[in-house]
């Protein structure tokens, strides 16, 4: 290293922001994620013992996938090289590939390759890399904020363990804010200090987004003045300034985040329209997230309104994509369709006792057997083992319905659907008992 690349690698580690500054060097400075680095989980273990196989990190931005492979480049005893699927091709992971192989011939190391947004990839460049981690020239770590499940293939899937990244908790975010105000890495210099208020504001309104935090709270110490005492104090006010986006309020009443997402869901169940589009309006008007809000909407939807009107989870899907490509302030309008839809329509949680009931009859029963009418019957063999046979067609009878046994005969008779007497599941239950009692 000349004396002009020490001067820019030390000038960018004074100047980086501060969410790369305190980025853990260690698994036991990461903040959250004790799902999978918990002490006794699979992931902290190999982390440690230095056994690492191809993993997959995939998780929303600001939730720890670029540190996680910081830390086992930190503690691994391999060779750690790092690309970007934005900004890297096929000539790159040629390079990264040839340097393995020198390195293991030459040291008998391996190599740790981590790819960020590896979605970014094409089939080809995927594919390129297969033999080389079915090999072990490579050691791959992919990170990822789509489902890998859709956009990264299947072969490199079965050759990695997935690990699903959460949203930090608000506590994880207070956690790394106040780290953030004290460390000597990050703001502590500053002599800063933040209300009980601006910290709860600001931990809630990042939803679950570390870097969104920490670029915050950044910004607000350094553009807010020293006041007469020396310090820097960050009050509510300076951090909706700062993210441009007004902060539920964490009164003594209760009156918070929870409390209104609560009642918003509560009126649509409740079929209050009036109360449902007042607590629209309160998240909108306080800054929460839109995707956050037409998530909600789905829910109840299927939830609360089911089969009763199968037309209410229709407009609240088209509702969130909707949304999604308007954007504000226009996207109101189509949420509040939406929820007033929701709100009036009739009523039905027999979908949600369905599941409930059938999930617990399978905890409890264990795997039966499927009727051997009912069993594939597609392959060759099949036959000889009984498979399919006795099967009824329901399309060549009467109605397109036929009596025969679809449960497990342990369970036979059970019912988990129950339909409602409201709305459209009248005529389901009307339907099912003619279909029953024209086929006896």
Request: glycine content about 6%; overall charge negative.
């Amino acid at each position: 290293m000349d004396i002009f690349e020490y001067m820019r690698e030390t000038n960018k580690e004074k100047e980086s922001p501060l969410a790369a500054r305190l980025r853990p060097m260690t698994l036991d400075e990461v903040v959250g994620q004790e799902h999978i680095i918990g002490k006794d989980k699979l992931l902290y273990r190999a982390i440690k013992a230095d056994k690492l196989s191809s993993v997959i990190f995939y998780g929303p931005p600001g939730t720890g996938k670029t540190t996680l492979a910081k830390v086992i480049a930190n503690t691994t005893s391999s060779e750690f090289m790092q690309i970007n699927a934005t900004t890297s091709g096929k000539k790159d992971m040629e390079d990264v590939v040839a340097k393995a192989k020198d390195i293991a011939g030459m040291y008998g190391k391996k190599t740790i390759l981590f790819i960020d947004e590896i979605h970014r990839f094409n089939k080809a460049q995927q594919d390129y890399l297969l033999p080389y981690v079915e090999d072990g020239t490579i050691i791959l770590i992919g990170a990822t904020t789509e489902n890998p499940y859709f956009e990264v293939n299947g072969a490199l899937i079965s050759r990695s363990h997935i690990f699903e990244l959460k949203p930090l908790s608000i506590e994880n975010i207070k956690t790394l804010i106040m780290r953030a105000i004290e460390s000597d890495k990050g703001m502590g210099a500053y002599n800063a200090d933040i209300t009980d208020e601006a910290l709860n504001g600001l931990a809630d309104i990042c939803d679950g987004d570390a870097r969104h935090a920490l670029n915050a709270i950044e910004l607000a110490i350094l553009t807010t003045d020293k006041s007469d005492d020396g310090k820097v104090h960050i009050t509510l006010p300076i951090i909706e300034d700062c993210i441009q986006r007004r902060v539920m309020r964490f009164d003594k009443t209760g009156d918070n985040h929870y409390d209104t997402i609560s009642a918003f869901i509560k009126s649509m169940r409740g079929s209050d329209p009036d109360a449902a589009v007042y607590y629209l309006a309160k998240m909108i008007e306080s800054g929460e997230d839109v995707k956050f809000i037409a998530r909600r909407i789905m829910i109840c939807a299927s939830e609360d309104v089911g089969n009763a009107d199968p037309q209410a989870l229709q407009v609240a899907v088209a509702a969130a994509a909707a949304v999604e490509r308007v954007g504000w302030p226009e996207s109101s309008i189509i949420l509040s369709q939406a929820v007033t839809y929701v709100a009036t329509a009739p009523k039905s949680n027999a979908a949600v006792c369905a599941i409930e009931e059938a999930q617990n009859a399978v905890r409890e029963t264990g795997n039966l057997p499927v009727p051997v009418h009912l069993q594939d019957a597609h392959y060759k063999g099949a036959a000889k083992l009984g498979h399919g046979i006795g099967y009824k067609y329901a399309h060549d009878y009467k109605n397109n319905y036929v009596k025969q046994q679809y449960l497990p005969y342990e369970l036979s008779g059970k019912e988990f659907y129950r339909p409602s007497d409201n709305g459209y599941e009248v005529k389901i239950k009307e339907h099912m008992k003619k279909l029953k009692k024209e086929a006896e």
